[in-house]
């Protein structure tokens, strides 16, 4: 459990957030240590997607500190928090529908252009170079995730399971250290599920990533998290490799109600 | 790269010979000065509506206080010529720059506001300028400046409408323009994808404003007079109508929307009683049948006529 502070990427210590009287987190610490797999689950309404709008900066905490990389970003902007290294999918997709497929992951490399408005407005040679770069770095993202056929199609009339895997891409085009997927799964089928495993852990590997994954499907968590974070109520009640999960009574007790 | 190219310069000479037909027709006699007039008025609408696209169409952000940049505009570059004697080019680029300016210092305490509430707060600034206007004798109140020069000629609108065109619509196809569009398809997701949200809504109020300023500082020296009352909210919804007539979020859309409202109004003139009757008529008629503009929102590019699409697959593999 304890690591080195040097390996650590991501520690959460005593965030909580409420909104009005409802607490919606409470104290809740954790840590990510790079290149680590965690997975975090509970019961609906736990708080887990809340947990990840203030890793990601959507709210900023009501108190406790965040620390990405060695560098506090409780209550940075999103967009801040993105350009730190911590990109996320959405629970609800969150695609810029009307835009192309390719559009949508260029948009993730815009912080990264090298050209001015300036020298877009007036077509200047930069533009031209700096945009063909952006172009060919979206598109090889695309090919990774085999997408990159449907590049000039609008990203809101592609079929649900690609949605998501662009949705995806668009994430890791940001290029960062964190990434965080929000039931990335949800409404696909055992076999698209299987894939999609698949390819987490292959992305994993290729662009040396540390994941946070809420998921539901109890069996795709136990099968690829190295830890497993389970949060209900607001609370953090259990955190262990996923044996220690599956056999915790807590756990148990907060999926399935306590024994009569 | 060249592929990329391919369609703006096709728009260029397009715009060329268009300006070439025009001068002709001009100089030989064919189009009256009536007529003269009436292209500047759609060359000054066109200006209005792309930049106000670029705000409501492009960025998403509902504004409807077009009019009042335009009134900035209109009311620096007349007191620059009239009180100071600066040349009128220069006028009509510090007429820009000042209405930019007050975009600017809109936009940053109002572009918290989302949709009906921006619209408000855009409508409430223009009328606060027009009622400033109103009350400042230095610009002479409710009758306004009067005897400006009138230098506005076709040759130098065609000009700044060409350039306003062209550079809108390059800031629009760049990485830039789309982080605009990116903000009106979700902003939180844009946001969480690294665009600086506020930035670049500020970016697209200052850059819609500047075009304004100068589409008023030509009106004015065209139109020789300039009163508060010609900057009223109803101008403001005036330009909006022409951009969603042609098609939210499309720059040609805008243009077409421009051009065909301001023939419409032009025709319609000598038909008083009937003239509202017709335009609230047309737009009814619209909404109906094409309720996402003449255009759609994709609107028309150049691009079709290029012999093959540039396709990005293309650029990589050479």
Redesign the interface.
């Known amino acids: 459990m304890t690591a080195s502070t040097a390996e650590v990427l991501l520690d959460v210590q005593q965030a909580s957030r409420s909104f009005g009287g409802l607490k919606a987190l409470s104290e809740v610490s954790l840590h990510i240590n790079r290149g680590e797999l965690i997975g975090l689950i509970g019961p609906n309404g736990a708080g887990k997607t809340t947990l990840f709008n203030l890793l ?1 900066g ?1 709210y900023p905490p009501s108190s406790g500190s965040i620390i990405l990389n060695n560098e506090s970003v409780g209550g940075m ?3 801040r928090i ?2 730190k290294g911590a ?2 999918t ?1 629970q609800n997709i ?6 192309t497929v ?2 949508n992951v ?6 990264h ?1 090298k ?1 001015s ?1 300036f020298t ?4 200047l040679p930069k ?2 170079s ?3 770069e ?3 770095k ?2 090889d993202i695309l090919k990774i995730f085999n997408l ?1 056929d449907q ?2 199609e609008l990203a809101g009339n592609m079929s649900y399971g690609n949605q998501r895997r662009l949705e995806i891409a ?2 890791l085009a ?1 290029g960062p250290k964190l990434l965080l997927l929000d039931e990335p799964a949800a409404g696909m089928n055992p076999n698209e599920t299987r894939d999609l495993m698949n390819l987490i852990a292959w992305i994993r590997e290729e662009f040396d990533l540390t994941i946070l994954l809420i998921e539901h499907d109890m069996s795709l968590v136990m099968g690829v998290c190295d830890r497993i974070y389970v949060l209900d109520r607001g609370m953090l009640i259990a955190d262990g490799s996923p044996l220690e999960i599956r056999n915790n009574p807590k756990v148990i007790e907060a999926y399935l109600g306590q024994e009569a | 790269m060249k592929k990329l190219n391919k369609s703006f310069w096709i728009g260029i000479v397009f715009a060329m010979v268009l300006y070439g037909v025009i001068q002709i027709l001009l100089t030989t006699g064919i189009f009256d000065d009536v007529m003269e007039s009436t292209l500047i008025l759609i060359c000054i609408n066109v200006m209005l509506a792309v930049s106000l696209n670029l705000i409501n169409g492009i960025t998403g952000q509902f504004s409807i206080g077009h009019a009042g940049f335009m009134s900035i505009g209109a009311y620096v570059s007349a007191i620059l010529t009239l009180n100071f004697d600066v040349p009128f080019v220069l006028a009509l680029v510090i007429s820009g720059l000042v209405a930019a300016l007050f975009g600017v210092l809109i936009g940053i305490p109002t572009l918290r506001l989302n949709g009906d509430y921006l619209a408000i707060a855009t409508l409430g600034f223009g009328e606060i300028i027009r009622i400033v206007l109103l009350n400042t004798e230095y610009v002479g109140g409710a009758s306004g400046l009067s005897g400006i020069p009138t230098q506005t000629t076709w040759t130098i609108m065609f000009l700044f409408t060409l350039v306003t065109v062209v550079v809108i619509n390059n800031f629009i196809n760049s990485s830039h323009g789309r982080a605009c569009i990116a903000i009106r398809e979700n902003e939180i997701a844009a946001e969480a994808m690294g665009i600086n949200t506020t930035l670049y809504k500020i970016i697209a109020f200052a850059l819609g404003a500047l075009f304004a300023g100068i589409a008023g500082g030509l009106s004015a020296h065209k139109f020789y007079v300039i009163n508060p009352g010609s900057f009223n909210f109803l101008k403001s919804f005036e330009i909006l109508v022409m951009v969603v007539l042609g098609g939210l979020g499309s720059t040609s859309g805008a243009i077409v929307g421009a051009i065909v409202l301001t023939v419409l109004f032009t025709v319609l003139q000598e038909y008083p009683e009937l003239r509202m009757i017709i335009y609230s008529a047309i737009l009814i008629l619209m909404m109906i049948f094409r309720p996402k503009g003449l255009l759609g929102s994709t609107g028309f590019s150049f691009k079709k006529f290029a012999k093959k699409e540039a396709k990005p697959s293309d650029s990589i593999n050479s």
């Not at chain 1, 260029?106 to 912080?111: D, L």
């Open positions: 990601t959507v902007k999103p967009f993105n350009r990109a996320r959405f969150r695609l810029f529908t009307a835009m390719l559009d260029k948009i993730a490399f815009h912080q252009a050209h408005m877009s407005m007036l077509r533009h031209f700096g945009e063909g952006i172009t060919q979206a598109m990159a590049f000039d668009r994430a940001a």
